[in-house]
């Protein structure tokens, strides 16, 4: 994974990213009782971001999951940022009544990147290539609430303002 970074290698960084989610799930599962968290919509982003993967012959976006059922997609630039949010909200639209930019929490600015400006153009959306003719177009609305949009940050920095610290410098717990 070191390497992969280093080397800004995002397909074997996707590769290592999607797979160590996988396996820590998979011990989850093997567990005496089981663990689950994933849920439906936590397998089908999996799937349609393997699809497309697959389908491209490459790397574009990969996943992990929080400690619940929240993926956290992660996309080597902004022009497959975009084309993953197209994909996520042909699938997993908003409801009707929704503003798209209420859904679209953070960077709003992929929004006009993806070409989306409201919810005409996402029920415009056309099915991702991947999918037609091999799997069914299926939308699945209101499964996700929201989604989070972010940029690289500049990392971890030294803050000489203790004031500015989230966690405590004492305890090591948030404020």
Known sequence: MEEAIRNR?????????CADSNQFHAV???T??????MNDTSHRIISLVERWNRSEGTPQAAYTFDAGPNAVLIAPNRKSAGLLLQRLLFCFPPPADNELTSYVIGDKS??????????????ALPPPPES?????SQKFPGKVSYFICTRLG????????ESLAL?????GLPK
Do not use: N
Not at 9 to 17: E, K, M, N
Not at 110 to 123: N, R, T, W, Y
Not at 167 to 171: F, I, R, V
């Open 9 to 17: 290698d995002f397909a074997s960084f996707a590769r290592l990213t």
């Open 28 to 30: 989850c599962l093997d």
């Open 32 to 37: 005496s009782p089981p663990i689950f968290y």
């Open 110 to 123: 992929i929004l006009h990147e993806a070409g989306l400006q409201s919810m005409k153009d996402v029920e």
């Open 132 to 136: 037609k003719d091999k799997y069914p």
């Open 154 to 161: 500049s990392g971890p920095r030294v803050l000489t303002d």
């Open 167 to 171: 966690l405590s410098p004492t305890t």
